[in-house]
T-cell receptor
Framework: GNSVTQMEGPVTLSEEAFLTINCTYT??????LFWYVQYPGEGLQLLLK?????DKGSNKGFEATYRKETTSFHLEKGSVQVSDSAVYFC????????????FGGGTRVLVKP | DTGVSQDPRHKITKRGQNVTFRCDPI?????LYWYRQTLGQGPEFLTY????????KSRLLSDRFSAERPKGSFSTLEIQRTEQGDSAMYLC?????????FGEGSRLTVL
């Protein structure tokens, strides 16, 4: 079945530092890949997505590239802000089964001023 | 607000009681999903509907759990004879395509 593995947190950074969160997946066929973010006290929000190999998703300074050869979708941001403190979830949506999402365990990121 | 709404946001109940959660999806979204999220974990799929048809149920959805979407609009998730292990955040999402839009969740605490 489908599965997503992402690095465990918490990840603690200083403001303006570079952030990378690793995500690898197992899936049959050609899944779509997503990063969702959950800010404190809020619901899950889509951060970015990529639907085919070599696509790059980007939003709010975050980027992730769909690498089929390494089955990875690592999230990066060049200069984090305190407001980026949140839990980040990598997820995939398979071709079948109603596009349901399979999530990784989440990575908590804390950015200190 | 035209997002996904869930009610109640918080529910505290005693073990053995029944609870029901409601989800109102974004109008015109034909798919509706239920997930469960426990502390420090990613959301786990429970079930999904396309219109009023329940098309898939996870093995996590024991016989005590039932979900309905009678008119293809709002959905309810009922948990009968709650157990302490049912304590979690129950998330609802809706979609028209591969992007799911999530509500803020209903947090259940079973004492």
């Amino acid at each position: 079945g489908n599965s997503v593995t992402q690095m465990e947190g918490p990840v603690t950074l200083s403001e303006e530092a570079f952030l990378t969160i690793n995500c690898t997946y197992t899936a049959t066929g050609y899944p779509s890949l997503f990063w969702y973010v959950q800010y404190p006290g809020e619901g899950l929000q889509l951060l970015l997505k990529a639907t085919k190999a070599d696509d790059k998703g980007s939003n709010k300074g975050f980027e992730a590239t769909y690498r089929k050869e390494t089955t990875s979708f690592h999230l990066e941001k060049g200069s984090v802000q305190v407001s980026d403190s949140a839990v980040y979830f990598c997820a995939l949506s398979g071709e079948a089964a109603g596009n349901k999402l399979t999530f990784g365990g989440g990575t908590r990121v804390l950015v200190k001023p | 607000d035209t997002g996904v709404s869930q009610d109640p946001r918080h529910k505290i109940t005693k073990r053995g009681q029944n609870v029901t959660f409601r989800c109102d999806p974004i109008s015109e979204h034909n798919r509706l999903y239920w997930y469960r999220q426990t502390l420090g974990q990613g959301p786990e799929f429970l079930t999904y509907f396309q219109n009023e048809a329940q098309l898939e149920k996870s093995r996590l959805l024991s016989d005590r759990f039932s979900a309905e979407r009678p008119k293809g609009s709002f959905s309810t998730l009922e948990i009968q004879r709650t157990e302490q292990g049912d304590s979690a955040m129950y998330l609802c999402a809706s979609s028209l395509s591969r992007e799911l839009f999530f509500g803020e969740g209903s947090r259940l605490t079973v004492l």
